[in-house]
């Protein structure tokens, strides 16, 4: 049965810029919203987690550089917290984010505490965790052994769910849950951001925002943006959360320094994302793809390849454009029809805003977690306790 009262719940992520500590942030403030104690632990606060608002907590990792160890180690200090929080507080549920390290070591912090003490673990893939280390040989069998012992497993796409299920062999029930955005009102005006970014009412803004790592795959995007211009001229807007002056060299050998508008580590990211017109993603593997979700609340279609979950997230033709991954001309051909056609632009738009508000809202995705918490927390544990 679960707890009579509302829960109490760990919740374990990076705190820096990213789809999956982001969602595990915006997930933790609408559950102490619904009434529910959250604890998070991490090295550092997540970033978008305010200070001061009722039933959140934050638990920092402390991590010693000790003098035989050439690489610092994370994962047993993350364990020895998680079960240290969870035996003064009582958690009900420890609900990793990110498979690496954090399924592991809250695993560790269970089998640490006695029985009748011991939070059930849930694990949330988000996406590398799965198509990126659970190739990996070095790390593969671990992530393997944490999903096949952990009290619930979800993944954010059914493509995560079917790719887990295919590269690490894990017959276990995966929960299918999707991400969801319950953007927050802008504190400015569309007019007063376009203007801070120098587009005027005529001109189209697109729209990127990612940590730029090598999957997102900026160099195409880059490409794409720079061939568009002599057919539909525009103007993008990147929010990054990774270095962005590694393309400092490729933007100015493609001649568009001055079409390109950079905001580092925005955390009021409703503020740009009203200004944008279109978003633009060009990732050759993406699990869901938050950022198209963040604009698609804005009214904001999308040109994004049609990889991994993406096609779960955006409907070709009604809510944005899909494109086959390297497939540049396509890219910029469907670019160039949705910055020409601003009727058409409008359409999609408003039906990807529709398609955030119903199907990855809060309300339908909160409830859809909370459901999942009270049946494996009503299930038998199959679990010898600890001595902590
Ligand atoms: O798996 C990752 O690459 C990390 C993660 C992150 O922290 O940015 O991104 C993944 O999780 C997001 C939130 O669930 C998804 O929106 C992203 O699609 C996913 N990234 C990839 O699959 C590459």
């Known amino acids: 049965m679960p707890p009579d009262r509302p829960f109490k719940i760990g919740i374990t992520c990076y705190p820096s810029v990213g789809g999956s500590g982001i969602l595990a942030t915006s997930l933790g403030l609408e559950l102490a919203a619904r009434g529910h104690e959250i604890h998070f632990v991490s090295y550092e606060r997540p970033f978008r987690l305010p200070t001061g608002a009722p039933r959140l907590f934050f638990h920092p990792v402390e991590i010693n550089s000790y003098g035989l160890f050439k690489y610092p180690d994370y994962t047993l200090p993350l364990s020895v917290k998680l079960a240290e929080t969870s035996r003064d507080f009582g ?82 029930p995966i929960e299918v849950i999707h991400n969801f955005f319950n953007p927050q009102t802008p504190s400015r005006s569309r007019a007063d951001v376009r203007r801070e970014l120098g587009v005027s009412d005529e001109e189209v803004l697109l729209f990127h925002s990612s940590n730029l790592r090598p999957v997102k795959r900026f160099d195409t995007l880059l490409e794409g943006f720079a061939r568009v211009q002599s057919r539909a001229p525009c103007k993008l807007l990147v929010l990054a959360g990774g270095d962005f002056n590694a393309f400092s060299e490729e933007i100015t050998r493609l001649g568009i320094r001055d079409r390109i508008m950079v905001r580092e580590n925005v955390t009021a990211i409703e503020d740009y994302l009203q200004a944008a017109d279109l978003g633009f993603f060009t990732s050759e593997s993406e699990s869901f793809c938050l950022g198209i979700l963040e604009a698609m609340a804005f009214a904001c279609p999308s040109v994004s390849t049609r990889v991994g979950g993406i096609p779960e997230v955006t409907i070709d033709g009604e809510t944005g454009l899909l494109v086959s991954p390297g497939d540049v001309e396509g890219l910029v051909d469907a670019l160039v029809a949705l910055i020409t056609d601003p009727v058409r632009r409008a359409r999609l738009g408003a039906a990807a805003r529709a398609r955030a508000q119903t199907t990855f809202t809060a309300p339908v995705i909160v409830e859809h977690y909370l459901r999942y918490y009270r049946a494996v927390y009503s299930a038998d544990s199959f679990h010898d306790g600890g001595g902590m």
């Open 91 to 172: 958690l009900d549920i420890i609900h990793a984010h990110y498979a690496v390290p954090h399924a592991t070591a809250a695993l560790l912090a269970r089998d640490m505490l006695p029985a009748h003490r011991r939070p059930k673990v849930i694990t949330t893939l988000h996406g590398t965790d799965t198509t990126l280390l659970g190739r990996d040989p070095g790390y593969g069998p671990a992530i393997r052994h944490a999903l096949d012992t952990a009290d619930g497993i979800t993944a954010v796409s059914d493509f995560l769910r079917a790719e887990t299920q295919r590269l690490l062999t894990v017959k276990r």
